[in-house]
């Protein structure tokens, strides 16, 4: 390894579905990709990381994929010779030899702890301040991504706009693969994914009784199949591949998506339903409306922060647009009832707010390059 190159660690700790390690691996990317850094990515479950970029063999130890030094993380941490700059994922604990390494260099390590997205007003305050370590001669920054100057910004990559402008002008072969018939104007063409909680047969219901058609498209994700219940009535079993229609509903089962086509699946939809940060974010850069279902935590605990996020992203929402925008996300966050009729009629208005927010927080710095001058400050 060029020594004169800036090496960067960051470390995940896959907790459970796909947002962590996706977050961690488009950064990881991001480094190498446009700003040269040597970036080992350690994961403690490789595995996960194979549908996001099946060219990943989770039976390696080690392995090189888009230029980064994918590795292993094991209980029984080996040397290694600590990174200049260490990146602790989403308050993931890194390995005491690790730790006690980074103390032995002739200058330590910049070692930051990425937190999750958050709009609330306190991610401000907290955002890159300092961390003693209660033992070792150690000091940690906490880094938050977020959508005001005084954060880390928004994920995204260098002319991914552009990307998604070409992609529009001719994606008829990205639809010929998935299946999915050329774009009729009479129907709504949308994407689902969500969590278990989310009241997934209460929406499809009213789709079917949409007074306009909709086309869905349901990435199955790590499941073989999706199971739809209907009261009443013998249970329906979706797999990749499968064509349901009943009523105005037409439901289409995805596979598992790699990153970059499912950045074309949300580019390529009318409507994007998205959940948890790494989705959400890509859905924002798609330019079109987008429902987010955040992580659910007991007690609530997630609804301060859905509500921080809508009141940024209905600032120039007009009334009553506005109150139907918020009163969708509540119910598919099942906080109240769900209106399908009452959401869509003000499509015109949130397609208007989707395209404005995309070019908007395009014009700000990127989350990657705004680490990397932190980062760089530190050193």
Request: with cysteine; glycine share 6%.
């Given at each position: 390894?060029?020594?004169?190159?800036?090496?960067?660690?960051?470390?995940?700790?896959?907790?459970?579905?796909?947002?962590?390690?996706?977050?961690?691996?488009?950064?990881?990317?991001?480094?190498?990709?446009?700003?040269?850094?040597?970036?080992?990515?350690?994961?403690?479950?490789?595995?996960?990381?194979?549908?996001?970029?099946?060219?990943?063999?989770?039976?390696?130890?080690?392995?090189?994929?888009?230029?980064?030094?994918?590795?292993?993380?094991?209980?029984?941490?080996?040397?290694?010779?600590?990174?200049?700059?260490?990146?602790?994922?989403?308050?993931?604990?890194?390995?005491?030899?690790?730790?006690?390494?980074?103390?032995?260099?002739?200058?330590?390590?910049?070692?930051?702890?990425?937190?999750?997205?958050?709009?609330?007003?306190?991610?401000?305050?907290?955002?890159?301040?300092?961390?003693?370590?209660?033992?070792?001669?150690?000091?940690?920054?906490?880094?938050?991504?977020?959508?005001?100057?005084?954060?880390?910004?928004?994920?995204?990559?260098?002319?991914?706009?552009?990307?998604?402008?070409?992609?529009?002008?001719?994606?008829?072969?990205?639809?010929?693969?998935?299946?999915?018939p050329p774009p009729n104007p009479d129907e709504l063409l949308i994407s689902l994914f969500c969590y278990d909680?989310?009241?997934?047969?209460?929406?499809?219901?009213?789709?079917?009784?949409?007074?306009?058609?909709?086309?869905?498209?349901?990435?199955?994700?790590?499941?073989?199949?999706?199971?739809?219940q209907r009261e009443g009535e013998q249970p329906i079993h979706l797999q990749p591949g499968s064509i349901h229609q009943h009523g105005n509903l037409t439901l289409h089962a995805l596979p598992f998506l790699r990153q970059e086509d499912y950045d074309k699946l949300l580019w390529l939809c009318d409507l994007n339903f998205v959940r948890g940060e790494d989705s959400f974010v890509r859905a924002m850069w798609a330019g079109k409306p987008l429902v987010w279902q955040i992580y659910p935590q007991e007690d609530d605990a997630h609804r301060p922060k859905l509500d921080a996020f809508l009141d940024l992203y209905t600032l120039t929402i007009p009334e009553p647009a506005l109150t139907a925008m918020r009163a969708f996300h509540l119910g598919w966050n099942n906080f109240n009832a769900l209106s399908w009729k009452d959401f869509i009629r003000h499509r015109k208005a949130f397609e208007s707010n989707a395209a404005g927010w995309a070019d908007y927080y395009y014009a700000q710095s990127d989350l990657a390059s705004k680490l990397v001058i932190f980062c760089g400050n530190k050193v």
């Open positions: 390894m060029n020594q004169t190159t800036p090496r960067w660690d960051i470390f995940c700790a896959v907790i459970d579905n796909y947002g962590d390690i996706g977050v961690c691996w488009r950064l990881a990317r991001q480094l190498v990709a446009e700003h040269g850094f040597a970036v080992r990515l350690w994961v403690d479950d490789v595995s996960r990381m194979q549908p996001l970029h099946p060219e990943i063999d989770a039976s390696l130890e080690s392995q090189i994929a888009c230029g980064v030094e994918v590795r292993r993380w094991v209980p029984d941490f080996p040397e290694v010779e600590p990174a200049d700059v260490v990146i602790e994922a989403f308050g993931c604990v890194l390995p005491m030899t690790y730790e006690h390494a980074m103390t032995r260099c002739a200058r330590p390590p910049v070692w930051i702890n990425l937190e999750y997205l958050s709009a609330e007003s306190w991610v401000e305050m907290c955002h890159a301040l300092p961390s003693p370590h209660p033992v070792l001669n150690l000091t940690k920054y906490f880094f938050f991504p977020g959508f005001t100057e005084g954060t880390g910004h928004l994920l995204r990559e260098s002319g991914l706009l552009e990307q998604r402008e070409t992609f529009r002008a001719s994606s008829g072969n990205f639809r010929d693969v998935l299946g999915i909680t989310a009241p997934v047969d209460a929406l499809l219901t009213q789709w079917e009784q949409s007074e306009i058609p909709v086309r869905c498209l349901l990435p199955i994700g790590h499941r073989s199949s999706f199971h739809l």
